[in-house]
């Protein structure tokens, strides 16, 4: 048989790189739950029509990165590429549309076939938030404060430059789409093949290339802030003063247009220069019209994701692996009260393990090998004492305690 290799930007996670990726979750959970947050968890796979049209027919992600198949029943089925289609889905699905505003606050898997690289997979992991229900830009400055009080409790906001921008209204991007159209239109041999396709179908696309020759033309291409209406420029004004009064900082970022398709108003991005190209570590804006895509009524709403593992790779170090204590008797007749020494410590919720094997100096050498914090050494004559050996195995130093005292000792 051929070893068995992970596919292709698949990452299996284990020790340290599980440690820091728990630390992200359970850190973005409790600062999500002081706002307010509840958890939910929906799907990994949904029927194909919650992201083809929702996520945006021109996007990259529904056009070329979306893992879809047919099962066996003959549905085209699809691995989820990001969270917000899916809790859309279940907000309507659960008729929650009534029960305004939800806050939700999710964690886990998304898959997209895009070239690995560093700090880019196929299967990766986010956290998010969705507001759903309130219009006001007071929302979007909360969401983005809460984001901004994860990245500072992880110790990484100092890495991190929040970058906003407003796509304003229906209106003000029909507007700034047509002038777009005009200005591309104009250099339209001097663009990428891609983009030529995109100036068509959605010249707001071609500001996000990649492309080299792409990117000196959108330096100069007009940019949305001369197109917004009264209202959608007052949107914008609001969402920056609240963003002052949180005490968040922002850097305005006429560029961000985001890789979805559902985004007014509202856009934002996290950036560090800390990855290489990978750069964004949390993205999000305003989503008005996707709860009503999903079937739903007209519900506002606005929300972010940021990718676990970028955030795990800011960290500084890895959180510490829990240290052990390592009970090892030192012949059988003391196995039974070994054993029920064992489970009293566990339940006392001491991690403890038990040395199964060899004579004592094998046991400690090993539990010294695995990095245990203390040894408990049961020989018959302590035990008749009621007593065992603790040994600390960074000092060496070793004490005869109580059995009924040893785990307020080891707390
Ligand atoms: P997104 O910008 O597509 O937005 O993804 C959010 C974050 O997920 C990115 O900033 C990045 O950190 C991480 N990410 C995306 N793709 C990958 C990948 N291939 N490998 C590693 N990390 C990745 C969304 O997904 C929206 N649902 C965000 C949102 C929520 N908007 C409103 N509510």
Not at 4 to 20: A, K, W
Not at 53 to 76: A, H, I, N, P, Q
């Amino acid at each position: 048989m051929t070893d068995l290799q992970p596919v292709r930007g698949t990452r299996d996670l284990i020790g340290d790189e599980q440690r820091r990726h728990h630390h992200v979750i359970e850190t973005a959970r409790r600062i999500a739950a002081a706002y307010g947050f509840d958890e939910w968890a929906t799907p990994v796979f949904e029927n194909t029509a919650v992201f083809a049209r929702t996520l945006g027919e021109t996007s990259d992600v529904v056009t070329k990165e979306m893992y879809t198949f047919e099962d066996r029943g003959g549905d085209s089925i699809t691995l989820r590429p990001e969270g917000t289609a899916g809790v859309c889905r279940a907000l309507v699905s659960n008729g929650l549309t009534q029960s305004l505003p939800q806050k939700v606050f999710y964690a886990g898997p998304m898959f997209r076939y895009e070239r690995p690289q560093k700090g880019r997979y196929r299967q990766f992991h986010q956290i998010g938030i969705e507001l759903i229900g309130p219009s006001e830009p007071l929302a979007d400055a909360e969401v983005i404060a809460c984001g901004h009080h994860i990245l500072e409790a992880l110790g990484v906001a100092r890495l991190a430059v929040l970058e906003i921008n407003t796509l304003g209204d229906r209106e003000s991007r029909q507007a700034y789409r047509d002038a777009l159209i005009g200005y591309f239109s104009a250099r339209r041999s001097a663009l990428s093949e891609d983009s030529q396709a995109r100036l068509e179908r959605n010249p707001l696309r071609i500001l996000d290339s990649k492309d080299a020759d792409d990117i000196a033309i959108v330096a100069e291409a007009p940019t949305i802030m001369d197109f917004l209406t009264p209202e959608a420029a007052g949107f914008y004004d609001a969402l920056r003063r609240h963003l002052d009064s949180f005490g968040v900082p922002y850097r305005e970022n006429a560029r961000i247009v985001r890789g979805l398709d559902y985004y007014g108003h509202t856009a934002f991005e996290f950036v560090t220069d800390a990855l290489g190209a990978q750069g964004t570590v949390m993205g999000g804006g305003r989503y008005d019209g996707l709860v009503a895509e999903m079937g739903g009524p007209h519900t506002p709403a606005v929300g972010w994701a940021a990718g676990i593992e970028r955030l795990a790779m800011l960290l500084d170090e890895a959180p510490a692996a829990p240290a052990t204590v390592v009970i090892v008797p030192v012949d059988d007749s003391v196995e039974p009260v070994a054993i029920t020494t064992l489970q009293s410590l566990r339940r006392a919720g001491i991690r403890t393990e038990m040395a199964y094997r060899g004579n004592l100096r094998r046991r400690l050498e090993r539990a010294n090998r695995t990095g245990a914090r203390a040894a408990i050494i049961l020989g018959p004559d302590d035990v008749a004492d009621g007593t065992a050996q603790l040994k600390d195995l960074a000092t060496g130093t070793q004490e005869a305690v109580r059995l009924d005292r040893l785990a307020d000792r080891l707390k």
